[in-house]
């Protein structure tokens, strides 16, 4: 009975003594621990955002403009420490019809801002947004009046032009190629740029300008990339999305059964060094780059922080640092024809030239040259 009685004793000292221990650690939160409770609460609101982009035709491999946004997008999440497919994701679309399926799907799961990943989403989106004004939208390379709607855009005739200025300076045929995806006013943007700069160079260079009429079609790329070649051009500019990697499979084809040829590609959207690799050489010329994943990033951080800019156009250009021309192969662009770039650049943010954005100003400026 004596041990029983010692065992009991024992037992409730020590809970009298985890109680007490207990309750300083209370008081201490209480005092001096608020900044824990409130990292607590912040990393508890980020888990419970989400955020997902539903892409266009050209996939979100496509080495170009839904990949960059993808980018974008995973680097937030990994940011504020977000989890693929629970708290950031993409959904495909290999048809049109698609359009509405995927963005309702990311509805349905109560994503909080959802992307519309190039302009042939806007009709779509805007049918949806309307229906759900309390979702979050972003409209990539469209505008959307509509106070849930941030609009996205881009000066890429800038771009565009600044590498129809490499592009010049590059050629030994003074001939070049545009090849652009879905002939619109989007589309028209890069290609009246490219022509712009080309020309400014050289008034006299020949541009020959085909349309793929998809983002998503290699093969068609790379069958006009090889008319192009065939007929002498030397520099071929795509404004395509996935149908571009035909145009870089071509120009890679031609290279390796004739590697002293010398013919390159611009890229677009990212920089598509990569995609120009053929051994020891590289394709690339340069590429015109669309900071995408920087816009995504940045107005997801902001509905995040609560200052969605809904109803507003955001438009980025070379003065944002959203439009950049690469300089990644530096055999190929040489350091006399970026310092030539670099002055037409510093031209544009002086605003000493105008850049066309359509086909109608692209003939004023020639007109002027």
């Given at each position: 009975?004596?041990?029983?009685?010692?065992?009991?004793?024992?037992?409730?000292?020590?809970?009298?003594?985890?109680?007490?221990?207990?309750?300083?650690?209370?008081?201490?939160?209480?005092?001096?621990?608020n900044n824990d409770t409130g990292n607590d609460a912040g990393s508890e609101e980020a888990s419970d955002f989400k955020v997902g982009m539903v892409t266009d035709l050209g996939g979100v491999d496509d080495k170009s403009?839904?990949?960059?946004?993808?980018?974008?997008?995973?680097?937030?999440?990994?940011?504020?420490?977000?989890?693929?497919?629970?708290?950031?994701?993409?959904?495909?679309?290999?048809?049109?019809?698609?359009?509405?399926?995927?963005?309702?799907?990311?509805?349905?799961?109560?994503?909080?801002?959802?992307?519309?990943?190039?302009?042939?989403?806007?009709?779509?989106?805007?049918?949806?947004?309307?229906?759900?004004?309390?979702?979050?939208?972003?409209?990539?390379?469209?505008?959307?009046?509509?106070?849930?709607?941030?609009?996205?855009?881009?000066?890429?005739?800038?771009?565009?032009f600044l590498v129809g200025v490499a592009a010049a300076l590059k050629t030994k045929t003074n001939k070049l190629g545009f090849v652009g995806g879905i002939n619109s006013p989007l589309i028209n943007k890069f290609e009246?740029?490219?022509?712009?700069?080309?020309?400014?160079?050289?008034?006299?260079?020949?541009?020959?300008?085909?349309?793929?009429?998809?983002?998503?079609?290699?093969?068609?790329?790379?069958?006009?990339?090889?008319?192009?070649?065939?007929?002498?051009?030397?520099?071929?500019?795509?404004?395509?999305?996935?149908?571009?990697?035909?145009?870089?499979?071509?120009?890679?084809?031609?290279?390796?059964?004739?590697?002293?040829?010398?013919?390159?590609?611009?890229?677009?959207?990212?920089?598509?060094?990569?995609?120009?690799?053929?051994?020891?050489?590289?394709?690339?010329?340069?590429?015109?780059?669309?900071?995408?994943?920087?816009?995504?990033?940045?107005?997801?951080?902001?509905?995040?922080?609560?200052?969605?800019?809904?109803?507003?156009?955001?438009?980025?250009?070379?003065?944002?640092?959203?439009?950049?021309?690469?300089?990644?192969?530096?055999?190929?662009?040489?350091?006399?024809?970026?310092?030539?770039?670099?002055?037409?650049?510093?031209?544009?943010?002086?605003?000493?030239?105008?850049?066309?954005?359509?086909?109608?100003?692209?003939?004023?400026?020639?007109?002027?040259?």
């Open positions: 009975m004596k041990k029983l009685s010692f065992l009991l004793v024992l037992i409730l000292g020590l809970g009298l003594l985890l109680a007490a221990c207990g309750g300083g650690d209370d008081t201490d939160t209480t005092d001096g621990g403009f839904n990949q960059s946004a993808w980018e974008g997008l995973v680097a937030f999440g990994e940011q504020n420490g977000l989890t693929e497919n629970e708290g950031y994701r993409y959904e495909q679309s290999n048809a049109k019809e698609d359009y509405v399926p995927n963005l309702t799907r990311l509805i349905r799961d109560k994503y909080n801002l959802i992307y519309g990943i190039g302009f042939e989403l806007k009709e779509d989106l805007t049918t949806i947004a309307e229906q759900n004004p309390d979702t979050h939208f972003g409209m990539v390379d469209e505008v959307v009046d509509l106070p849930n709607v941030a609009s996205i855009t881009f000066k890429e005739h800038q771009g565009s009246a740029g490219f022509i712009a700069g080309a020309k400014s160079v050289n008034p006299d260079i020949e541009v020959d300008v085909q349309y793929a009429e998809s983002f998503g079609d290699a093969a068609k790329g790379k069958l006009i990339a090889a008319n192009m070649y065939d007929n002498g051009v030397d520099v071929i500019y795509h404004a395509s999305g996935g149908t571009g990697n035909g145009v870089f499979n071509q120009a890679k084809d031609i290279k390796q059964n004739d590697p002293e040829r010398e013919i390159w590609v611009i890229g677009v959207d990212r920089d598509q060094h990569e995609e120009g690799q053929v051994g020891d050489q590289n394709v690339t010329l340069t590429s015109m780059i669309k900071r995408v994943d920087v816009a995504v990033e940045e107005v997801s951080t902001m509905s995040l922080n609560g200052e969605f800019p809904g109803g507003e156009q955001l438009e980025f250009g070379l003065e944002e640092d959203g439009i950049a021309f690469a300089t990644t192969n530096q055999e190929a662009m040489t350091e006399d024809i970026i310092n030539t770039v670099n002055e037409w650049k510093d031209k544009i943010l002086n605003g000493e030239v105008e850049i066309p954005a359509s086909h109608e100003e692209l003939e004023e400026f020639e007109a002027g040259l």
